[in-house]
Each structure stands twice: as C-alpha cells, then as structure tokens.
C-alpha cells in the first residue's frame, strides 16, 4: 500500500512502499554507477598510496588536491571547481597544510591575494599520487578491459567538454 504525503499542491507516493514502483532506475542510472566506480577508485588509489607510505590524507583532501595546479590556485577557485564552499575548502587546505603538503603563499598578481601550491613534500606526494592513479587504471583495466577503459576515458572527455 502506498503511503502519500503533502508536497505542495500534489500527493507524493513513497515508492518504497509500493511494489508496483520500479526503484531499479535509482541503483542503475549513470550518475549512481559513475559516484560508486569514483568511491571504488579513489579507495584504491589511497590502499595504494598507504602501501608507498602516505597514510595523511582521505578522499577529501584528494578532490581538494585535485582541484590545485601545480603553480598555485587561490582558495576561492579551488572551491569553486570543486562545487564547494569557501570555508569548506578552507578547512581541507588548513589540514592539507597541517600535513605539510601544502602552504599559502602571496599571490605575485594580487598582493592581498593569497595562493595555495604544494610545498616540496606535496610535490612528491603527488608524485606518488600519479602512481597509485596509474596502477589503480592497469587494475580496472584489467577487470573492464583496456580497451573498455581508453573508450571510457575517451567518451567521458568527450561528454565534459561543453558544446555550443
């Protein structure tokens, strides 16, 4: 029996409770399989890194470091390109930098502004990084097939890239 409850001017059916309600869209949409096969990924590649000696560092820090160039990236679009707030990515920084793996430095454009860069030991954490991200690919390469996986990277190149 479904249950149904207010939402606005429309009754909402909770589908759970309803076996005439097909939920199977929810576990096998792309979004859904590209969010599990990114956490399955990414906790591969930090076994990996543990494995080299790196234990300092989480998902978190990872989509943070992801979204930092090499020369430097103010906080604002770092947080920016990660879809987050100032003050969130604000956080992840300072422990990234409680960590030694990054620091803030004045930004030679902006004086007032400030820059985010690895510092040498982020640098060869990174270098690591590259690693684990490398042996985590052969490894899903080796499950989904190389050539499943260069098609894949092609396609998702392909799919982010954004058309007129």
Same mark, same amino acid.
Request: charged residues 30%; aromatic residues 4%.
């Given at each position: 029996?479904?249950?149904?409850?207010?939402?606005?001017?429309?009754?909402?059916?909770?589908?759970?409770?309803?076996?005439?309600?097909?939920?199977?869209?929810?576990?096998?949409?792309?979004?859904?399989?590209?969010?599990?096969?990114?956490?399955?990924?990414? =906790?591969?590649?930090?076994?990996?890194?543990?494995?080299?000696?790196? /234990?300092?560092?989480? !998902?978190?820090?990872?989509? &943070?470091? $992801?979204?930092?160039?090499v020369n430097g990236?103010?906080?604002?679009?770092?947080?920016?390109? =990660?879809?987050?707030?100032?003050?969130?990515?604000?956080?992840?920084? /300072?422990?990234?930098? !409680?960590?030694?793996?990054? &620091?803030? $430095?004045?930004?030679?454009?902006?004086?007032?502004?400030?820059?985010?860069?690895?510092?040498? =030991?982020?640098?060869?954490?990174?270098d690591d990084f590259?690693?684990?991200?490398?042996?985590?690919?052969?490894e899903m390469a080796?499950?989904?097939?190389?050539?499943?996986?260069?098609?894949?990277?092609?396609?998702?190149?392909?799919?982010?890239?954004?058309?007129?």
């Amino acid at each position: 029996m479904a249950i149904a409850r207010k939402a606005g001017s429309r009754a909402v059916a909770h589908a759970a409770s309803d076996p005439k309600v097909d939920e199977a869209w929810r576990h096998d949409n792309i979004g859904r399989l590209l969010s599990n096969a990114l956490r399955h990924f990414e =906790a591969r590649v930090i076994e990996l890194l543990v494995e080299a000696g790196h /234990d300092e560092v989480t !998902q978190s820090h990872i989509n &943070a470091t $992801r979204h930092l160039d090499v020369n430097g990236t103010r906080l604002t679009e770092m947080a920016q390109r =990660a879809a987050m707030t100032k003050q969130s990515m604000g956080e992840l920084v /300072d422990q990234l930098e !409680q960590k030694g793996l990054v &620091a803030r $430095r004045p930004d030679p454009l902006d004086g007032r502004a400030r820059l985010v860069h690895f510092t040498p =030991a982020g640098l060869a954490w990174l270098d690591d990084f590259r690693v684990a991200v490398k042996k985590a690919e052969r490894e899903m390469a080796r499950t989904i097939g190389a050539e499943a996986l260069r098609a894949m990277k092609e396609m998702l190149h392909h799919y982010d890239t954004p058309t007129g």
